[in-house]
DNA sequence: CATCTGATG
DNA sequence: CATCAGATG
C-alpha cells in the first residue's frame, strides 16, 4: 500500500563482455546505482602467503583461485571482495553467482582485475563469473551447444599458455531427476569440449564439478550412494575426464589426505563437524603436471557453503 | 546435496476451536516442537497504564487491543508477545498472522488466555487470532458466505454484552485489481453481517479495515486518492458502515487530530517520518458510545508495520 | 540452512 | 522494505 519509493536498481555499467550465447546484449540504461557495500571483511587476520615449488624446483608465476559462492549479491553483503584483496590471485572464477547480468551490484568491479560474467536465463539461478588480472586473449561463453548453454554454466579464457574454463556443473537434483541429462549429456560434451581445447593449447579446467570422486572426497560415503554427486554415474563421469589424459591437481599432490572438502552443507552444523564433500577442483592436462606447485583448500574462508581452493602454477613462457 | 537432518517442525497444540469454515480438522500428529521463543521484548521500558474514564465519569472494565502483526512467526521472533504481557488486555485481535493453523510456533499459546486462529487456505496469507482472557460464550469464523470465508479474515467472538469481530479486510492491490471485489462485494456483505449481529447485541470491531477514511487519516491523501485503501469506493463504503449506526472510536474522541497512524510501509523510512495511514479502527455500535472510555494508538511499539490500536471500555452488566 | 524469485502488502 | 512460499542446492 503506497508510499513506494521509486525502486533502487543497482547493476555494473562497462563489464567486459558477458554475454551468454543464449542472451542479446540489453541497452545500457544509465541506472542509478544505490547501495553500495561497505569494506566488510571475511578474511581478517588470515594469512595467504604460501611457498611452493614445482618438482623441479620452480617457483609459481600463476595462482588461480575458483569458489562457488552461493549468491553473488549474498556473498558481497558479507564481503566476500574482501577476499579477493587478500589473496590477490592472478584469476578469480566464480560459481552460482545467482545473478542476471543487469542485476550485479554497481560495486562488484575490482581494481586491477577485468571481469566477465555468464548468467542463466532463469533469474537467480546458475552462473559464473571470471577475475582476471591478465586481459584474456579472448573469451567464451557455454560448450557451442544450445541445450547446455542457457544456464551462464561455463565461461573459457583463453591466455597465452593455456586455456581457463571454469564450469558449474549441473546438479543431479534431490531423487536425482537431472542425473540422466547430467551423466549422459552434460558430461559427455562438457568432455568433448575440454578435449577440443586441450588439442591446441593445455587447458585449467576448475569449478564447482558437483561430483565427489571417491570415497576420500566426502565424510560420509557410505548413506550418499544415492546422493546427488556421489552416484556411480557421476564419480564414472569423472573418471573418464582424467581418463581422457587430466588430472586432478589436489589428488595428484595429496593423494591421501582425507577430511579435505570444498563443501559443507548449512544444515546441522555439518561445516563445524567437518562434513563436508570435496566438489570444487582443478582439473588440468596431464602435461602441466610438471608446472603443478600446489593446491590448497582454504577452508576457513566463510561466505559461502564452498570455500575457495587456490591452485598455484608455475608456466613456462 | 545430501547431509539433511530431519526437519523440524513446530505446531502449537491444543488451541481452542480455530477450524475455518472451509478446513477439516487436520488429526492433531503429535509432532516435535523444536525452537521456542526467547524472552525477546518489544516493549521494554514503555508505560502502558492510562487513566480514562466516559463521559459519565465511568472507569473502563474491558481492554481491547488489535494489532496487524504482519507475519506471526516474525513477530514472534521480535518478541511480539511481550507485548501481550505489558499491554495485559482483555482481548488481543492480530490480523495477517500469515500462517497456517498447524504451523502455528508451539509457543504462540499465552498464560491465562484463550485463543482463536483463523487463517486462508492459501499458505502464508492473511488469517487473523483472538486472545481472550475470559472464554466467550460462543466463537465463529467468517460471515457465512463462502467467497469470503477462505482466507481467514473474520473471527467473531460473543461475549455476555457485546459481540466483538476482528477482521482483516480484503486489500484492494496494486493497480486495484480487487477493488471492485472489495468495495461491491465484501463491504456490503460485511456491512451486513454485522448488522445482523448488531440487532441481537452491540458489536465492537476491530481491525486492519484497509481504508484511511478521511484525508486527515493519512500524511498524503493527494497523491493516494488511486492507491489502495485511500479511493472513492472505499472510503465511502467506511461511511456507509459508519450510517448503517456504528462510530469510529478513535475519530469519535479526537475529530481533529493529525498525524495519527497505525501503519507506515516499510519503504523509505516512512514511520520515522510518520508518513503514515490510520487503517486500524475500533468500529463499535453507536448505542456503546456512552461506554466509550478512550482509544490509544500505541504508535511506539514496534513488530510490524503496524502499531497496536487500544480501546477502553466501561460496559455495563 | 541459506540462496534466490515472485506474490503480497 | 518487509513478510511468506517454493524452488534449488
Redesign the interface.
Known amino acids: 500500500?503506497?508510499?513506494?519509493?521509486k525502486k533502487g536498481k543497482r547493476k555494473a555499467e562497462d563489464t567486459e563482455d558477458g554475454e551468454t550465447p543464449a542472451k542479446k546484449s540489453k541497452s545500457a540504461k544509465a541506472e542509478e546505482k544505490t547501495k553500495l557495500h561497505k569494506a566488510v571483511s571475511l578474511t581478517k587476520g588470515m594469512d595467504f602467503s604460501h611457498d611452493c615449488q614445482t618438482k623441479d624446483g620452480r617457483k609459481p608465476n600463476w595462482k588461480i583461485a575458483s569458489w562457488n559462492i552461493n549468491g553473488i549479491r549474498a556473498w558481497m553483503d558479507k564481503g566476500g571482495l574482501s577476499y579477493i584483496a587478500d589473496e590477490k590471485p592472478d584469476i578469480l572464477c566464480v560459481q552460482e553467482t545467482k545473478c542476471a547480468q543487469e542485476e550485479l551490484p554497481a560495486d562488484v568491479k575490482v581494481d586491477g582485475y577485468h571481469d566477465y560474467w555468464s548468467s542463466a536465463e532463469q533469474a537467480g539461478y546458475a552462473g559464473t563469473g571470471i577475475y582476471s588480472k591478465t586481459k584474456p586473449i579472448n573469451v567464451t561463453y557455454g560448450l557451442g551447444i544450445k541445450k547446455h548453454d542457457s544456464e551462464g554454466r561455463v565461461i573459457t579464457a583463453e591466455y597465452d599458455q593455456f586455456f581457463l574454463v571454469t564450469a558449474y556443473v549441473p546438479?543431479s537434483g534431490h531423487g536425482l531427476p537431472q542425473l540422466p541429462y547430467r551423466s549422459k549429456e552434460w558430461d559427455v560434451d562438457f568432455r568433448e569440449y575440454l578435449n577440443n581445447l586441450n588439442k591446441s593449447k593445455p587447458v585449467i579446467m576448475c569449478g564447482d564439478l558437483?561430483v565427489a570422486h571417491l570415497e576420500i572426497d566426502l565424510a560420509?560415503p557410505k548413506t550418499?550412494k544415492k546422493?546427488?554427486?556421489?552416484t556411480a554415474e557421476e564419480r564414472q563421469g569423472f573418471t573418464d575426464l582424467l581418463a581422457e589424459g587430466y588430472i586432478d591437481s589436489y589428488r595428484e599432490l595429496y593423494p591421501e589426505t582425507e577430511g579435505a572438502y570444498s563443501?559443507?552443507?548449512y544444515?546441522?552444523n555439518?561445516r563445524a563437524k567437518n562434513?563436508g564433500?570435496r566438489?570444487d577442483y582443478f582439473v588440468l592436462s596431464e602435461r602441466l603436471k610438471e608446472d603443478l606447485c600446489d593446491n590448497v583448500i582454504r577452508k576457513d574462508v566463510m561466505g559461502s557453503d564452498h570455500c575457495p581452493i587456490v591452485l598455484y602454477m608455475a608456466l613456462k613462457e
Open positions: 500500500i503506497a508510499e513506494s519509493p546438479n558437483n560420509n550418499n546422493t546427488a554427486g556421489f563443501f559443507w552443507t544444515m546441522g555439518a562434513v564433500w566438489l
